[in-house]
């Protein structure tokens, strides 16, 4: 581990900082993956001593290390490396703060946990103020803009102080242990690998469910809406990651290529086609868990009772190249949906012809990746029944990988400690280049003018349920359906 990084975290009393940043640190630290040297710059605009910042810390330390185990000797150590700097962010003169605490021939990593909208200042700032080094990185959280001009806007105000290689873009999805497995289980196994095209699988399902709303987000939820909060990066991460092509290797351009170049082979839905092809859907009253939960319309902050923003999406998207013709690649996710679960599933093609007529339409067997609750990977494929009063008979079996129980760890790490690692090595394998953002949200874009043009209207869905029925026709009439376990 490098022993020459000092890492800075602008809007360290945000929520992200406060639920994921700093206890992944922790966990680094637990872990004896932070370098003995390494300091931690906490900044924020917030008046508070360095002192009260770390009992804090602290507290939301052992508060998130419940489940995972709270080492007081750890702490001592970890809370040594903290160190409380107010800054205004919209105040040159405050960054000087920064260049005083900053260390000569250390590589500074700055984490923007900030609105994007500040991105440009914040660097500007730190450049003008000398922070800003050949080696020094900086991390951008999601979202990059709110379409394909204004990320273009951010890239470039970012861009023009740092370079694209000391440029890291969060999706914090490529952190987590079951994608990153999503390239040993394609390209290191042959058994799946020859097999993963369009003479074997018949269709692909992502799906990303939350049953929480929107938490008090209202204003600047229905500014976005479920398409760009949650298909334009992590969904669409998803698909790359499962039908990109080979990489000649593991080096981070030529993963990052490969997933621009699958997003550029997306057929795009516009206005002829949007009405068959995507389903927009808003959550009304209902009930969740056994408990009831009011609709979106009558959330807390809520502005306009007469808002057509989308909580559900789903979608049937094409890929045009070879290994995926005529394969359809069904996308969903909503808010307030029945069950929290992100998964892919890959539905293998059905034997030609059947010499077991029960299973029949049923036999076609499931490769099942699951990111949450419980990351693994389930093989769903059909076995002799055990039975001697039936001659053959057959039952669907289930082949479980789960990533905790079937390794040594104790705990499946938090995607931000991987992500914290990669940046802390240099290594860009796991975030998302300028290529794949504009790529990505130029495809977005058409299907949001589409939906403006053609005036589409939101469909409602009870909170608790799995979306519209309209969702249910998408792929119902492609003869198809949702996977349930």
């Known amino acids: 581990m490098s022993s020459n990084i000092d890492l800075v975290i602008f809007g360290v009393r945000g929520d992200l900082a406060r639920r994921k940043l700093l ?12 370098s003995d040297s390494t300091r931690i710059a906490a900044v924020a605009r917030e008046k508070i ?6 009992r804090q810390t602290e507290e939301l330390i052992k508060e998130n290390a419940k ?4 080492d007081s000797k750890v702490w001592t150590r970890f809370s040594r490396r903290l160190h409380y700097i107010r800054i205004d962010f919209s105040q040159k003169k405050e ?3 920064l260049q005083q605490w900053a260390i000569d021939k250390r590589t500074m990593i700055y984490y923007l946990a900030t609105p994007p909208s500040l991105y440009g200042s914040i660097c500007k700032h730190l450049h ?16 990059i803009g709110h379409d394909l001009q204004s990320s273009k806007g951010v890239n470039a105000a970012v861009g023009e102080y740092f370079e694209e290689r000391n440029i890291y873009r969060i999706d914090h999805y490529l952190g987590k242990e079951t994608v990153q497995n999503l390239l040993a289980l394609r390209f290191a196994n042959r058994i799946i690998n020859s097999q993963w095209d369009n003479s074997c699988i018949d269709h692909v399902e992502i799906t990303a469910a939350e049953t929480v709303g929107i938490e008090g987000r209202w204003s600047y939820y229905d500014k976005v809406g479920q398409l760009r909060d949650m298909v334009q990066n992590h969904l669409l991460q998803l698909l790359c990651m499962v039908a990109m092509e080979p990489p000649s290797s593991l080096q981070a351009n030529e993963i990052r290529g490969e997933k621009v170049k699958l997003l550029r082979a997306l057929r795009p839905i516009d206005s002829d086609t949007v009405e068959e092809n995507a389903v927009r859907g808003q959550y009304s009253a209902g009930w969740i868990a056994g408990s009831p939960v009011v609709g979106y319309l009558e ?3 809520c502005e306009s009772d007469a808002s057509n923003n989308e909580t559900y999406v789903a979608l049937k998207v094409q890929v045009d190249n070879w290994r995926w013709a ?9 808010k307030r949906m029945q069950e929290k679960v992100t998964q892919v599933v890959i539905a293998y093609k059905d034997n030609p012809h059947s010499l077991f007529p029960e299973t029949e339409g049923e036999a076609n067997n499931k490769l099942v990746i699951r990111l949450q609750p419980n990351e693994g990977i389930q093989l769903e494929m059909v076995s002799k029944k055990q039975s001697l009063k039936e001659r053959l008979a057959t039952e669907k079996r289930t ?13 499946i790490a938090d995607a931000y400690e991987r992500l914290f690692l990669e940046v802390i090595k240099g290594d860009q394998w796991l975030f998302v280049s300028r290529d794949e953002i504009e790529a990505s949200w130029h495809w977005c874009d058409e299907l949001l003018a589409a939906w403006r043009d053609r005036k589409v209207p939101t469909k409602a869905y009870s909170a608790g349920s799995w979306g519209p029925s309209k969702a249910e026709v998408l792929i119902e009439s492609d003869n198809r359906s949702w996977y349930e376990e």
Request: glycine residues 8%.
């Open 95 to 97: 960054f000087k703060a």
């Open 299 to 301: 959330e807390d902050g």
């Open 399 to 411: 082949l479980n990988l789960d990533f905790l129980d079937s390794s040594d760890e104790s705990r």
């Open 49 to 54: 001593d360095s002192v009260e910042f770390i």
């Open 23 to 34: 206890p992944a640190l922790y966990q680094l630290d637990k872990s004896g993956l932070l």
């Open 67 to 70: 489940e995972k185990g709270f």
């Open 326 to 334: 005529g394969v359809p690649f069904y996308l969903r996710t909503g």
């Open 128 to 143: 003008d103020a000398s922070c800003i080094k050949p080696t020094s990185r900086i991390v951008l959280e999601k979202p």
